[in-house]
């Protein structure tokens, strides 16, 4: 078979087959008069190529799939190997995805201010008439306890569940890549028109989610220049009400949605109850490479505790390699200090 006819049936040009053959991921044998004399398998391996680049996967990471074809395994994706390359493919649509879940988040803060400019909308929002209800925290707001509820979390490996995101998608809580990704899990977070729970502020650490959210938005870009691949909100409203709070506070990460309370079933988060209702506890997780690396608990106060986190990241610069041995690992592969974050001092909003 001519290289003409082998792109026909792959369904490709001779320009794209010539391509393969120079990366090496194709090698046609040869006539003694130098024709290439190509075969079905060229035929298959074209299409795979072509398959997995219709999928995101660069055309010179195919090369694990078509070596395990060659290996003579029936499918391309049968290998250990194909499916590390899966996942990689995963994570970094994951990346793209948030990128331009901040991009538009930017664009909606900006659509917005420029929408109310001058107007009596715009000068009531401005003067906080409504939204200082939940991004300014009372002074006086008891501090929570310190009561080593988080103690038993670093070290230990996160759960296999994909909980959905604001993103559009389910994130897997045990594949969110080798940097570390922070997961800040909340009560509730207030808007307006909603009431909160009876007695909401005289909670130990219930009041401030909005405060927090907004920290970590402002800080978002502090956090991933100090060392964080990804940023996560969590809490167990519904990814409906958490959409609308991304697009209200232009949050430029996902949020996550446990309302199950499958993640505290899995780890042993501490949560309470308020207004009758079931609700987290508040505290952080630094995960990296699937296991909860740091763990702030209790938080206070939430509207600076994204600072808090930039600052430890800044001062606690990943080692290599990343822990994997999960709850059992040595204590000699953990972070020196990586227990729970002792409570800040309390200072007024």
């Known amino acids: 078979m001519r290289i003409g ?39 298959r391996l074209v299409r795979e190529i072509r398959s997995l680049h219709g999928l995101g996967i660069p055309v010179e990471r195919t090369r694990p799939f078509l070596e395990c074809l060659a290996a003579g ?16 493919a995963i994570d970094e649509l994951g990346e793209r995805i948030e990128a331009l879940t901040a991009r538009r988040a930017t664009l909606i803060t900006q659509l917005n201010a420029a929408a109310h400019r001058g107007s009596g909308a715009g000068a009531a929002e401005a003067s906080g008439s409504r939204a200082e209800d939940y991004l300014t925290l009372p002074a006086g707001l008891p501090a929570p306890e310190a009561d080593g509820a988080a103690e038993h979390l670093p070290g230990t490996r996160m759960p296999g569940l994909a909980l959905p995101g604001t993103a559009g998608r389910a994130v897997r809580l045990d594949r969110l890549g080798p940097r570390r990704a922070v997961i800040y899990v909340y009560p509730l977070t207030g808007r307006p028109g909603t009431d909160l729970p009876e007695g909401w502020s005289s909670i130990p650490g219930a009041r401030g989610c909005t405060a927090e959210a907004c920290g970590f938005r402002d800080h978002f870009r502090d956090l991933l220049e100090a060392g964080a691949g990804r940023v996560f909100g969590l809490s167990s409203q519904d990814a409906g009400y958490q959409s609308e709070v991304v697009e209200r506070l232009g949050l430029p990460f996902a949020m ?19 207004g009758g209702t079931r609700l987290y506890k508040r505290l952080t997780m630094i995960v990296r490479d699937g296991v909860i690396e740091h763990v702030f608990h209790p938080v206070f106060p939430p509207d600076q505790h994204a600072e808090q986190v930039l600052i430890w990241l800044r001062e606690n610069p990943p080692a290599e390699p990343a822990v994997r041995g999960g709850a059992g690992a040595p204590p000699s592969r953990r972070k020196p200090g990586g227990g729970t974050a002792p409570a800040a001092p309390m200072v007024p909003a």
């Open 73 to 88: 395994s029936a499918h391309a994706d049968d290998c250990p190997a194909s499916l590390a390359s899966y996942r990689e």
């Open 256 to 274: 996550l949605s446990d309302p199950a309370f499958d993640l505290a079933e899995a780890l042993g988060l501490p949560t309470f109850e308020a």
């Open 5 to 43: 006819e082998l792109a026909r049936r792959a369904g490709t040009t001779v320009k794209a087959v010539r391509y393969y053959e120079s990366l090496g991921l194709i090698a046609p044998a040869r006539l003694a008069n130098g024709y290439r004399d190509c075969t079905g398998d060229d035929v």
